[in-house]
């Protein structure tokens, strides 16, 4: 009797080591983000048809009385850059005249996509890399911002973003050089990614907006709108030990996919959950800016961050300095207009409203910071 009950003991053991074995090889031969596999499968991918993006023929229609009127809470593909105010190099312009305008001694955030970690590289070393017709990785460069450089006299954002820029109309320009608040330099990247490259899904920082111009190649975006339902399952994601094994898309009801070719200029409102994958070779412009028509999301996607503990590396510059600004801005508009004897927008009413409520917070945990240094 003894011996039956320890053989069944011993049973139950073996078959639960067996199925811990078999769990830790399926744990091992889970799909990782951005590795071979993983691209396979994505292109095989069913997806919600883009009707949730707005597509306009050119950007004539583009304005701040459409946002004013509409709002700015969904996608925008533009199909062709007439119209929209924006200037861009031609098509001839390539990598190696990136190379030329920024420096070929300038560091870049490299992104290793297979493993989806960060490495360094020299400008000169990326574009060796670009141009070689063989790659043992790829990898995939999307945080140049060239403000400071020569190649900023070649791009200008479109019109609409730089009528509605924060940091172009918010940001004093009589600032000493010694200031420890230095404009934020957020307005012009470039992005350089190679075949098969892929960026998982994230929030753009502070719940910025983005333009994003598509000079060549192409690039294909996976969007997750942003609702609450939404934020809640993308931080349980973003906290997972297990992130980089599950697409995001298949944890939200819906997701869309939306390709931009070249000539065509995508706009990003706030908040929005997105990846990208580059099925070919890419060069592409862009720029992230807050605005006044997503002020309260903005400050929302800014607490998600809080709340995910994100680094500072990979947070808005100075995020809580240009709303105090703003605000001052907002104010400031709201009383010329009173003074005119017009009544200001509902936007501008809503952003400030929305700023008042987080900056008398903010200001009070600065009071307890500063008192607790004090003691």
Not at 72 to 82: A, M
């Amino acid at each position: 009797m003894l011996i039956s009950v320890i053989s069944v003991i011993l049973d139950a053991e073996v078959s639960k080591l067996k199925r811990l074995y078999i769990e830790s090889k399926l744990f091992e031969m889970a799909i990782q983000a951005g590795t071979v596999a993983f691209i396979k499968e994505l292109k095989t991918r069913k997806f919600k048809e883009d009707n949730v993006i707005l597509k306009f023929e050119n950007g004539t229609d583009l304005s701040t009385e459409f946002f004013e009127t509409h709002g700015f809470n969904r996608p925008i593909l533009v199909t062709n850059k007439e119209g929209l105010g924006m200037v861009i190099p031609d098509k001839k312009f390539t990598v190696m005249d990136v190379e030329r305008h920024v420096g070929s001694m300038r560091e870049l955030d490299v992104i290793d996509v297979c493993r989806q970690e960060d490495h360094r590289m020299r400008m000169r070393e990326w574009t060796e890399y670009y141009v070689s017709p063989t790659k043992k990785k790829i990898l995939n460069v999307i945080s140049l911002e060239f403000s400071n450089t020569s190649l900023s006299s070649l791009v200008h954002a479109p019109a609409i973003v730089r009528d509605i820029d924060w940091a172009s109309h918010v940001w004093p320009t009589d600032l000493p050089d010694d200031s420890p608040h230095k404009k934020p330099l957020v307005q012009k990247y470039c992005l350089m990614g190679v075949k098969n490259s892929y960026t998982d899904f994230h929030v753009d920082f502070g719940g910025t907006s983005v333009w994003y111009h598509v000079l060549k190649g192409e690039k294909v975006f996976y969007f997750v709108e942003p609702n609450e339902e939404n934020f809640t399952k993308y931080e349980k994601w973003v906290s997972s030990a297990r992130q980089s094994e599950v697409f995001f898309g298949d944890m939200v009801k819906n997701c869309y996919k939306c390709s931009v070719k070249p000539g065509q200029t995508m706009f990003i409102p706030t908040g929005w959950v997105h990846a990208v994958f580059t099925p070919v070779d890419s060069l592409v412009f862009g720029g992230n800016f807050l605005c006044t028509y997503n002020t309260e999301l903005q400050l929302r996607v800014y607490q998600l961050e809080r709340q995910l503990k994100t680094p500072d590396k990979f947070l808005h510059p100075c995020f809580e300095t240009i709303n105090w600004y703003a605000a001052v801005y907002l104010l400031d508009k709201i009383k010329a207009v009173h003074e005119a004897g017009r009544k200001p927008s509902i936007s501008v009413i809503q952003s400030l409203n929305s700023l008042v409520a987080v900056l008398k917070e903010w200001s009070a945990k600065g009071e307890v910071r500063l008192q607790s240094l004090l003691v």
